[in-house]
């Protein structure tokens, strides 16, 4: 019998001289309130995230949006990785893993992860020719948010773009596979840790 999940959430807040950010996630309760981070875009896909992960997420931050949006989606990302790090606890009993298909019209995203305490972020769409923007979001900043979503959280994550090339599209159909893939993977389903070593 799997373990009842208790108290899996995490409130962190992340200040620089760039950005300053709080992010509040819960893994077993959906009840989100609307990102506000000064950037549409990035509001429109946190908020993927968390109806499509099923997810409790509050994300409120500011940043130098006037040099442009690097630093603030870059440190959303690594605030999001420590919180889920955090509210994972020592990971027992979890799924582990999770993998994901989304299409979004003429684009097809596919996410692996693994919650293994070890980062890696394998990215396949920075080597194909993706065009465009999403109100000045790219892939390459897309790049940068998982980046540091997997340092930070410990997660192995492989991207691949099976079709695809327009940026709006592409970043969103690889938002809601990352959120799929992670709804499955901090699922509670026994009382022992996914791992050989003891450890995750």
């Not at 999940?5 to 962190?12: E, F, K, Q, S």
């Not at 997420?57 to 949006?65: C, P």
């Not at 194909?128 to 998982?146: K, Q």
């Not at 997660?155 to 690889?174: C, D, M, S, Y």
Request: charged share 25%.
């Amino acid at each position: 019998m799997a373990r009842t999940a208790t108290n899996r959430t995490a409130t962190v807040r992340r200040t620089t001289s760039e950005t300053d950010i709080t992010v509040t996630l819960d893994l077993d309760s959906p009840v989100s309130a609307p990102p506000t981070t000064g950037h549409g875009f990035l509001d429109h896909m946190l908020d993927a995230l968390a109806r499509h992960g099923r997810l409790g997420l509050s994300v409120r931050a500011t940043g130098d949006l006037h040099i442009e949006p690097h630093h603030l989606i870059e440190d959303v990302g690594i605030t999001l990785g420590q919180a889920l790090n955090q509210a994972l606890g020592d990971r027992r009993g979890i799924e582990r893993y999770g993998s994901a298909f989304v299409p979004m019209d003429e684009t097809l995203a596919h996410v692996v992860l693994d919650l293994s305490g070890r980062a890696h972020l394998a990215f396949e769409p920075e080597r194909l020719d993706v065009w465009g923007d999403a109100g000045g979001m790219t892939h390459y900043h897309l790049r940068e948010f998982l980046r540091g979503f997997c340092n930070h959280a410990g997660v192995t994550l492989h991207v691949r773009l099976l079709a695809g090339r327009e940026a709006h599209h592409v970043i969103e159909a690889i938002m809601k596979a990352l959120a799929r893939a992670l709804r499955d993977a901090v699922r509670v389903t026994s009382d022992e840790l996914a791992s050989t070593k003891g450890l995750l």
